[in-house]
């Protein structure tokens, strides 16, 4: 019985030798052939390699210019204050600002309620001061979208225009 | 002891479930109906071609017009239009060239429409094809100008 356990205690021991040489091994192994860490803020270029990106390198007169759209708005009746969710798309960075002018068709003559300043790629809206406030109602609107150039001359280009219906309620 | 407090703990707790459907005790089974909604309301990004530059050596470019992120109420279609300021002449001062556009090379039709997206697509795109017409005779150098407007449109 003695040894039987004699016997037992130097098979695990060497069993355990062997396990520790080979990780000593492995260790060793990988040592000499590293994997590059990738984290989440870094790009792992190999060497002559290219940077892959999601957009293609294109110009921005190729890539168009982005504009949001809306089919309705909702606005309080008997009160200038509006909330108008537009906004220059970060895509149109280093390219084009945009102007909104929101213009209500329903009168006798097209006219503006609302003109935005220019806005940079990744600004919006928000918050606005109508022209005048509007009694309850459903009304035809249109929002101008103006592009320009982001060079000296904030050079103006093709622009769209966004058919809305414009509903003005009370208490909402 | 016990259903005495369990009652007051009831009583106290009742207010607070002011929002919830009443249901108050009975022989039988009760039931109540809460109504449950979420508006999403309708949207889209368009892009439109910016610029449109001819030169000698290129009198024939090619633009996109795109949607994306497309939301519609069922049935509708969110249609892009497009119009020329000049009639399709660029000008400069009266002088003028003029130009063509294709709608993925078909001809530009009366309707207007480059580009139409039905509802529970997502997305769609047209492509346009450009060619400028100098007659060579122009009265003037300098910059020949036209602008297209894209009018967007859910119906």
């Given at each position: 019985m003695d040894k039987n356990n004699k016997n037992k205690r130097i098979a695990l021991i060497l069993a355990g030798a062997l396990i520790l040489a080979a990780l000593i091994l492995l260790a060793k192994c990988s040592h000499g052939a590293q994997m590059p860490v990738k984290d989440k803020q870094s790009v792992i270029v190999p060497e002559g390699g290219v940077v892959l990106t999601?957009?293609?390198?294109?110009?921005s007169a190729e890539r168009g210019v982005e504009i949001p759209g809306i089919e309705c708005l909702e606005i309080n009746a008997d009160t200038a204050q509006a909330q108008l969710d537009l906004y220059n798309p970060v895509s149109n960075r280093d390219a084009y600002y945009l102007s909104f002018e929101l213009i209500l068709l329903s009168s006798e003559k097209p006219e503006t309620l609302y003109l935005s300043p220019l806005l940079a790629p990744g600004e919006s809206v928000g918050g606005i001061t109508l022209s005048h406030s509007l009694a309850p109602g459903e009304y035809d609107a249109l929002i101008k979208v103006q592009p320009y150039q982001m060079d000296a001359d904030r050079t103006m280009t093709n622009n769209a225009e966004l058919k809305i219906k414009l509903t003005v309620r009370r208490g909402v | 002891m016990k259903k005495f407090f369990l009652s007051l703990l009831i009583a106290f707790a009742?207010?607070?479930?002011?929002?919830a459907a009443d249901i108050t005790e009975g022989s039988g089974s009760q039931s109540g109906q809460v109504s449950v909604d979420y508006s999403l309301p309708s949207g889209y990004i368009v892009t439109i071609p910016a610029d449109v530059a001819f030169t000698d050596s290129q009198l024939s470019v090619q633009r996109a017009v795109s949607a994306k992120n497309v939301r519609l109420s069922q049935g509708s279609t969110l249609h892009v239009y497009a119009k020329s300021k000049n009639d399709f002449k660029m000008k400069n001062a009266d002088s003028y060239i003029n130009y063509s556009m294709l709608v993925n090379t078909a001809e530009f039709n009366e309707?207007?429409?480059v580009l139409s997206v039905l509802s529970g697509e997502t997305s769609g795109w047209a492509l346009l094809d450009l060619t400028a017409a100098p007659?060579?005779?122009?009265a003037y150098a300098g910059d020949y100008t036209d602008t297209l407007t894209f009018t967007v449109a859910i119906e």
């Open positions: 999601d957009e293609p390198k294109t110009s | 009742m207010p607070l479930n002011a929002n309707s207007g429409i007659s060579g005779e122009e």
